[in-house]
């Protein structure tokens, strides 16, 4: 989802949880100012039945949902969203040539049968860019290969259920 610092955000939130129709979801908090008493019970009531997991990028959001009784995944690699890290492979819009994102965006086609080739570019790359965070992967090339052959990270990608 990434950060929750507005009432749109966490509108936002609350009707992609509301949308789910039954399907696991996965939320990402890169960080949040404001976590709603609604996003948390819908959080639990979704986690009861298995269709919700919660990563956080954040040692103190990691702390507050699991006494709030949400299970939660901290991301305790550096991250490539981290100001300090030092390194060539830093994550950046340049990283992903319009061509290389069209490339995988048939490639997901061809594979799946899910045509996202209309979809706004920027908000495919930050769903890639989130789904690297999770996955602790700072090239594209390496996650592209592992989404076109791992289902599950494909459809956590775009949140699609079997």
């Known amino acids: 989802m990434g950060e929750l610092d507005s009432k ?3 509108d936002r939130l609350l009707e992609c949880i509301n949308e789910n129709r039954g399907y696991e979801i996965h939320i990402t908090f890169l960080d949040a100012n404001i976590v709603t008493r609604e996003i948390v019970e819908k959080i639990i009531k979704l986690q009861e039945r298995n269709k919700c997991k919660v990563f956080v990028l954040k040692a103190y959001l990691y702390s507050y949902f699991l006494s709030l009784g949400i299970k939660c995944f901290f991301v305790k690699k550096k991250s490539i969203l981290n100001k300090d890290w030092e390194s060539n492979e830093k994550i950046s819009c340049e990283t992903f040539e319009p061509e290389k994102v069209e490339e995988f965006l048939r490639d997901i086609y061809d594979k799946y049968g899910f045509d ?6 920027d908000s495919i790359i930050r769903r890639i860019k989130i789904s690297m965070l ?5 090239c594209f090339e390496e996650f592209r290969e592992l989404a076109l052959s791992d289902q599950d990270v494909f459809e956590q990608l775009f949140w699609i259920s079997p």
């Open 116 to 121: 996202f080739t209309e979809y706004r570019k």
């Open 134 to 138: 999770r996955y602790c992967i700072t």
């Open 8 to 10: 749109a955000e966490t």
